[in-house]
């Protein structure tokens, strides 16, 4: 009658015949379903729940150089579908969060990547340089959705030239063979200038998307819900705004890689970000109502696409951007065979192109 | 080690104005201590709701003819409590547990006072049972709103030496609050440790009761989370560490038990410029 999950490490298998692996600029994973950022820790928590070396890789909480707070409570509201945080980078700081955090998921066998979080250039050049050598480094993720110090608080993803600054001193700094994906911030009018001003900086790739800012008000207290006043809107409420994202950004830059997440909540959801162009995908609070979520979303995006006849998960990636495959069959050779008398011949009908 | 369990309801039932559900959840029962709490999904697999509703755990029951059960006694709050309250035996549940740090028990048998305010006795009453078992005295003082918020005074007076009940309307025992009747009942019963769950306005003052006569004091306190696994930091609060520094701790894992003494109850929701890494008012991001 009742059914028990417990963690057993490995009873997800993909699906047999399926080759899930998938590329980021030059490193090749064993499949594209990821953690995301402030969603998953740094993996020791969720691996009471399956083998965080399953997924595709573990993103880390944005990690910044000094210990810090964040912010004070309330911190969280639940939205329709969706939730409003607050917590301002609360963390370790960088030294203890590579001698306890990065050295555990390394040891676990995770392919740990390490998200960066600053307030200056100079800060997310030094975080960059503190990860140079370390084992089982697999990519580093550049949190640019923070208030510039130096600039009024502008937020850096906001503004291409502050993102490209950020990027060029990552990617200066970069230890070879780490793809460095920057982060973007859907709260800006036009996406694909922030992506193309990253990639120009030398951004391997891009994760697509930030929360987006939102604010809740207590009807009780007559006050903002969260201390911090405004916070950043996650979950399934803004899937349709991610899926937009990912799609104006492959159209508009074809061959950079993306980390596409939003709201994914299922296999079929994370199906949406590849077709629209992800080459993989973080699975975020969703994990927080269901903590195996991630490798229960690779299970069933595996079975997806076996079910739709793929063969690899890359055949997949920006498929939406195709031309739609109409299954008629090809009509009468022109050399003359018979139609079969159950062969369809390609109809056509009055007004079309 | 919290399992993750699609459970499945045994039974629900009123109890005043509370009320109390038994899950089906194997595997989960032999690893719970009195204090920990669950985490249950709410709304069905496609709700809106998405974040995990916290419940202490207030009975278990490792085997049975249907397999090892849970209880846990909640009132209506909002629309996922108002979902949960709707459940009928063998509707589908799906719940993580147990999570959270349980009360320490002490290694003598000594005297213990439990203060359970609302259904914060839920967790307080298989707790006083371990105590028994160990050969504590225990007393009870219990507190709510009124009458119908009570939660287990017949199983208190069965367990424990002493029950004193107090309720803000007068409805039952003491009219007030269960700060009045403590310190004298402290004082009377010669208590060397003080437990209590409850609002956090109440887990302060039995904090500080406690604390002014230097009596060890554990409390489980009530912060939102979105996660009660440890990974979104929704749930901190001030918390003073064993090196006198204050840092803000998740209470899903590090909690929901601390010692009463190192609550920085006055500064929970706001941030005091002397906790570890204090971010000033300019700070952001999330
Ligand atoms: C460790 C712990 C143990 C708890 N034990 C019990 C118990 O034994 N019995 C009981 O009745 N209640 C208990 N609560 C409170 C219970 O979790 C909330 O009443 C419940 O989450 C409200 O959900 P809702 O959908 O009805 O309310 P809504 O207000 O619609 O909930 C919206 C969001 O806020 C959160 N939230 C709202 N109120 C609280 C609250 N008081 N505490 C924490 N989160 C809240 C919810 O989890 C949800 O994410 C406990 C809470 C915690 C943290
Ligand atoms: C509680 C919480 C904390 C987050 N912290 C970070 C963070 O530290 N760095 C970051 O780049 N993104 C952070 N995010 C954003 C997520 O990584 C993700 O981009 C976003 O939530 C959208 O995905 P989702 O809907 O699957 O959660 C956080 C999100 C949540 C809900
Ligand atoms: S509720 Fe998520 S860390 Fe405690």
């Given at each position: 009658?009742?059914?028990?999950?417990?963690?057993?490490?490995?009873?997800?298998?993909?699906?047999?015949?399926?080759?899930?692996?998938?590329?980021?600029?030059?490193?090749?994973?064993?499949?594209?379903?990821?953690?995301?950022?402030?969603?998953?820790?740094?993996?020791?928590?969720?691996?009471?729940?399956?083998?965080?070396?399953?997924?595709?890789?573990?993103?880390?909480?944005?990690?910044?150089?000094?210990?810090?707070?964040?912010?004070?409570?309330?911190?969280?509201?639940?939205?329709?579908?969706?939730?409003?945080?607050?917590?301002?980078?609360?963390?370790?700081?960088?030294?203890?969060?590579?001698?306890?955090?990065?050295?555990?998921?390394?040891?676990?066998?995770?392919?740990?990547?390490?998200?960066?979080?600053?307030?200056?250039?100079?800060?997310?050049?030094?975080?960059?340089?503190?990860?140079?050598?370390?084992?089982?480094?697999?990519?580093?993720?550049?949190?640019?959705?923070?208030?510039?110090?130096?600039?009024?608080?502008?937020?850096?993803?906001?503004?291409?030239?502050?993102?490209?600054?950020?990027?060029?001193?990552?990617?200066?700094?970069?230890?070879?063979?780490?793809?460095?994906?920057?982060?973007?911030?859907?709260?800006?009018?036009?996406?694909?200038?922030?992506?193309?001003?990253?990639?120009?900086?030398?951004?391997?790739?891009?994760?697509?998307?930030?929360?987006?800012?939102?604010?809740?008000?207590?009807?009780?207290?007559?006050?903002?819900?969260?201390?911090?006043?405004?916070?950043?809107?996650?979950?399934?409420?803004?899937?349709?705004?991610?899926?937009?994202?990912?799609?104006?950004?492959?159209?508009?830059?074809?061959?950079?890689?993306?980390?596409?997440?939003?709201?994914?909540?299922?296999?079929?959801?994370?199906?949406?970000?590849?077709?629209?162009?992800?080459?993989?995908?973080?699975?975020?609070?969703?994990?927080?109502?269901?903590?195996?979520?991630?490798?229960?979303?690779?299970?069933?995006?595996?079975?997806?696409?076996?079910?739709?006849?793929?063969?690899?998960?890359?055949?997949?990636?920006?498929?939406?951007?195709?031309?739609?495959?109409?299954?008629?069959?090809?009509?009468?050779?022109?050399?003359?065979?018979?139609?079969?008398?159950?062969?369809?011949?390609?109809?056509?009908?009055?007004?079309?192109? | 080690?919290?399992?993750?369990?699609?459970?499945?309801?045994?039974?629900?039932?009123?109890?005043?104005?509370?009320?109390?559900?038994?899950?089906?959840?194997?595997?989960?029962?032999?690893?719970?201590?009195?204090?920990?709490?669950?985490?249950?999904?709410?709304?069905?697999?496609?709700?809106?709701?998405?974040?995990?509703?916290?419940?202490?755990?207030?009975?278990?029951?490792?085997?049975?003819?249907?397999?090892?059960?849970?209880?846990?006694?909640?009132?209506?709050?909002?629309?996922?409590?108002?979902?949960?309250?709707?459940?009928?035996?063998?509707?589908?549940?799906?719940?993580?547990?147990?999570?959270?740090?349980?009360?320490?028990?002490?290694?003598?048998?000594?005297?213990?006072?439990?203060?359970?305010?609302?259904?914060?006795?839920?967790?307080?009453?298989?707790?006083?049972?371990?105590?028994?078992?160990?050969?504590?005295?225990?007393?009870f003082v219990l507190g709510a709103g009124s009458a119908d918020r009570l939660f287990g005074q017949l199983d208190a007076k069965r367990i424990a030496?002493?029950?004193?009940?107090?309720?803000?309307?007068?409805?039952?025992?003491?009219?007030?609050?269960?700060?009045?009747?403590?310190?004298?009942?402290?004082?009377?019963?010669?208590?060397?440790?003080?437990?209590?769950?409850?609002?956090?306005?109440?887990?302060?003052?039995?904090?500080?009761?406690?604390?002014?006569?230097d009596l060890p004091c554990q409390v489980a306190v009530e912060e939102s989370m979105a996660c009660g696994i440890g990974v979104c930091m929704t749930?901190?609060?001030?918390?003073?560490?064993?090196?006198?520094?204050?840092?803000?701790?998740?209470?899903?894992?590090?909690?929901?038990?601390?010692?009463?003494?190192?609550?920085?109850?006055?500064?929970?929701?706001?941030?005091?410029?002397?906790?570890?890494?204090?971010?000033?008012?300019?700070?952001?991001?999330?």
């Open positions: 009658m009742s059914e028990l999950t417990l963690r057993p490490a490995g009873d997800i298998t993909p699906m047999p015949g399926i080759d899930m692996t998938t590329r980021l600029a030059s490193v090749t994973f064993p499949n594209p379903v990821f953690t995301a950022s402030g969603c998953a820790a740094a993996g020791q928590e969720l691996d009471q729940f399956f083998d965080v070396a399953e997924l595709g890789g573990i993103v880390t909480k944005s990690i910044m150089m000094a210990p810090r707070s964040g912010r004070a409570t309330p911190r969280m509201a639940e939205t329709p579908s969706g939730m409003l945080n607050s917590i301002g980078l609360q963390g370790p700081g960088i030294d203890a969060f590579l001698d306890k955090d990065l050295s555990w998921l390394s040891h676990r066998g995770a392919r740990a990547v390490v998200s960066i979080a600053g307030g200056t250039v100079d800060d997310y050049a030094k975080l960059t340089a503190k990860l140079r050598g370390r084992p089982g480094l697999a990519m580093i993720e550049v949190n640019i959705s923070c208030p510039n110090v130096e600039d009024r608080g502008q937020v850096f993803a906001c503004d291409p030239h502050a993102s490209a600054a950020v990027i060029q001193a990552v990617k200066r700094a970069a230890p070879t063979g780490v793809p460095v994906f920057a982060k973007l911030s859907p709260d800006v009018t036009d996406i694909v200038s922030i992506a193309q001003a990253c990639v120009g900086a030398g951004a391997d790739g891009l994760s697509l998307i930030n929360t987006l800012l939102g604010m809740v008000i207590d009807t009780d207290t007559l006050r903002p819900a969260l201390a911090g006043v405004t916070g950043g809107l996650s979950g399934p409420a803004i899937r349709p705004v991610a899926v937009r994202c990912v799609w104006q950004v492959r159209q508009a830059l074809p061959d950079v890689p993306i980390l596409g997440m939003g709201g994914i909540r299922t296999g079929l959801d994370a199906l949406e970000f590849v077709l629209a162009g992800a080459n993989a995908v973080s699975v975020g609070t969703t994990v927080f109502g269901d903590p195996r979520a991630p490798v229960r979303v690779l299970d069933e995006l595996a079975r997806a696409l076996a079910d739709r006849g793929f063969e690899r998960f890359e055949d997949a990636i920006g498929l939406a951007h195709k031309p739609p495959v109409i299954h008629v069959p090809e009509g009468p050779d022109p050399v003359g065979d018979e139609p079969t008398p159950n062969e369809h011949r390609p109809v056509s009908f009055e007004g079309e192109a | 080690m919290p399992v993750q369990v699609q459970g499945e309801v045994l039974s629900i039932r009123k109890v005043g104005a509370y009320n109390a559900m038994t899950v089906v959840a194997p595997g989960m029962a032999e690893l719970t201590r009195p204090g920990h709490f669950v985490a249950v999904q709410v709304g069905g697999p496609e709700s809106s709701m998405l974040l995990r509703r916290a419940f202490a755990i207030y009975d278990v029951k490792e085997r049975g003819v249907y397999g090892g059960t849970v209880e846990f006694i909640f009132a209506v709050h909002g629309k996922g409590t108002a979902w949960l309250a709707a459940r009928r035996p063998q509707d589908k549940l799906d719940l993580v547990g147990p999570l959270g740090k349980p009360f320490r028990l002490p290694a003598q048998p000594v005297t213990a006072t439990l203060v359970g305010g609302g259904y914060g006795s839920a967790p307080l009453l298989p707790l006083a049972t371990a105590l028994r078992e160990r050969g504590c005295r225990v007393d030496s002493s029950i004193e009940v107090t309720t803000d309307d007068g409805s039952l025992g003491h009219r007030g609050r269960v700060s009045d009747v403590l310190p004298q009942l402290l004082d009377r019963t010669g208590a060397e440790v003080v437990y209590a769950c409850g609002p956090m306005a109440m887990l302060k003052a039995v904090s500080e009761q406690a604390a002014a006569r749930c901190v609060l001030p918390v003073v560490g064993d090196d006198g520094l204050t840092r803000l701790v998740r209470s899903c894992v590090e909690g929901p038990v601390f010692l009463g003494d190192r609550v920085r109850w006055n500064d929970i929701g706001s941030l005091p410029p002397d906790v570890v890494g204090s971010l000033n008012a300019a700070g952001g991001g999330h």
